[in-house]
């Protein structure tokens, strides 16, 4: 069984920051890809940042040069921290990973549960 667990959320005032971090566990081969979406209140899931395995970064426009995303191999683990954070990046933030399990011989897609990111004052 493999997991995608995610930390990190919660409340914060306009321009304030926030580190989100997913870890993967369970029986891992390898994982490739890992990003961060989220997925706002009546409005389909978007893509907001994803790095390869060997760190080369993807960004939405709306949030270039505020977040950055990093991941750590060794602990299957992707981060993602949020800075001058605005009121419309409230959402509920998700983690994937496409990953070989150590039964398979094929990739797949996994998510975590999500965490709740409010900007607020």
């Known amino acids: 069984q493999v997991q995608l667990v995610e930390s990190g959320g919660g409340l914060v005032q306009p321009g304030g920051s926030l580190r989100l971090s997913c870890a993967a566990s369970?029986?891992?081969?390898?994982?490739?890809?890992m990003g961060w979406f989220r997925q706002a209140p009546g409005k389909q899931r978007e893509l907001v940042a994803v790095?390869?395995?060997?760190?080369?970064?993807n960004y939405a426009d709306s949030v270039k040069g505020r977040f950055t995303i990093s991941r750590d191999n060794a602990q299957n683990t992707v981060y993602l921290q949020m800075n001058s954070l605005k009121p419309e990046d409230t959402a509920v933030y998700y983690c994937?990973?496409?990953?070989?399990?150590?039964?398979?011989?094929?990739?797949?897609?996994?998510w975590g549960q999500g965490t709740q990111v409010t900007v607020s004052s």
């Open positions: 369970g029986s891992i081969f390898r994982i490739n890809a």
């Open positions: 994937n990973a496409g990953l070989r399990r150590s039964d398979s011989a094929t990739y797949t897609n996994y």
């Open positions: 790095i390869t395995r060997y760190s080369s970064t």
